[in-house]
């Protein structure tokens, strides 16, 4: 059991749980559970970190207020750790982030500035950077760590969520599969898993659209991974294989893996669990892979599981009928109750 004298000093040490072998050909797929965390998501690791470094080269003293662009995840983090350690905290949002993540954050006691309305599926991050720049620039009492391009993020993820993993299956890991959004974890998690064994492959996984392993950019629905640009703590030299997955199969995957294995993944480790599947054939019975899963798919219950939010976005396919048996239904309405509608 954790001891904690504050919520922070619990952030790390997730649990790994594996998939139902029946459906990976005997190979073992284990999900490094980074939801479990106390802000809900692997970026309550970095959160902490560059406040603290920041803290101690004199970056961020007390009085100063902390601001951040994010897609929702960091900024949680950054409200929790700034509501303990008592600063003010403002998250620089673009509009599509789901509600439970702006509630979360608000809830947290921190503010929220919101982009202008963008297209759907517009990665904004650019846009929120370059605002976050801005207010940095003009309030010298501003602080803001920039997961971007803070080297504390991967070095953050080097040693812990790396040497974590390596703790659990030592030289006995075959493959690691995680997300590609900031790059953080993707970078640090390489670089120690690579250091420890030469042998351990990795997989870097990002949305169709995003340009992080190239290609032309595009829209994509998938939160909190991809970019319109490569990020400056991104390092490639670890990372073996690169793959692109479309946001239609990471939301049938989050959805099977909901109704199928009772987990509940939101579309980063969605898109990160498909890319394993997929490339089921590069391994052999008994291997073992492991895949981040960055955060929990309740801050998505209005999106990607939600069947009007599917069908609104041209993912209908994904919608299931309904196959309650008529007697039920017959039951339910002369009762005056209604089925799957509130």
Not at 160 to 183: K, Q, V, W
Request: hydrophobic share 40%; with cysteine; glycine share 10%.
């Amino acid at each position: 059991m954790k001891l904690g004298k504050n919520i922070l000093h619990i952030i790390g040490n997730t649990p790994v749980v594996m998939l139902d072998g029946r459906h990976t050909r005997g190979i073992n797929i284990f999900l490094k559970m980074e939801n479990i965390n106390p802000g809900g998501s692997i970026k309550d690791r970095i959160a902490v970190a560059m406040l603290e470094k920041a803290e101690a080269q004199g970056e961020l003293r007390p009085g100063m207020v902390v601001v951040e662009p994010s897609s929702g995840n960091t900024a949680i983090a950054l409200a929790m750790a700034c509501a303990v350690k008592g600063y003010r905290f403002i998250a620089v949002l673009d509009r599509m982030v789901p509600p439970a993540k702006r509630d979360k954050i608000r809830a947290f006691g921190a503010e929220i500035i919101f982009l202008p309305e963008f297209e759907v599926g517009t990665d904004t991050v650019k846009y929120r950077i370059d605002l976050t720049k801005e207010i940095i620039k003009a309030y010298p009492n501003a602080f803001s760590p920039m997961q971007f391009e803070n080297q504390i993020n991967p070095h953050e993820h080097y040693h812990s969520t790396g040497r974590e993993l390596y703790e659990t299956f030592g030289d006995n890991l075959t493959a690691c599969f995680a997300m590609a959004g900031s790059c953080g974890t993707l970078t640090g998690v390489s670089r120690y898993l690579k250091e420890k064994n030469p042998r351990v492959r990795i997989y870097g996984v990002e949305p169709v659209g995003s340009v992080i392993f190239g290609g032309e950019p595009g829209k994509y629905l998938v939160q909190g991974a991809g970019l319109t640009f490569v990020p400056s703590i991104l390092d490639r030299s670890n990372i073996d294989v690169t793959l692109k997955i479309a946001d239609i199969d990471a939301f049938r995957m989050a959805r099977k893996l909901a109704r199928y294995e009772g987990i509940l993944l939101g579309g980063t480790g969605a898109c990160s669990v498909y890319a394993a599947l997929y490339r089921l054939d590069d391994f052999k019975p008994g291997d073992n892979i492991v895949v981040i899963i960055p955060d929990s798919g309740e801050r998505y219950i209005d999106t990607i599981y939600n069947d009007a939010w599917l069908s609104e976005n041209n993912f209908s396919e994904l919608v299931e009928e309904n196959t309650t048996e008529p007697g039920l239904k017959e039951i339910i309405t002369r009762m005056g109750c209604t089925l799957n509608e509130f």
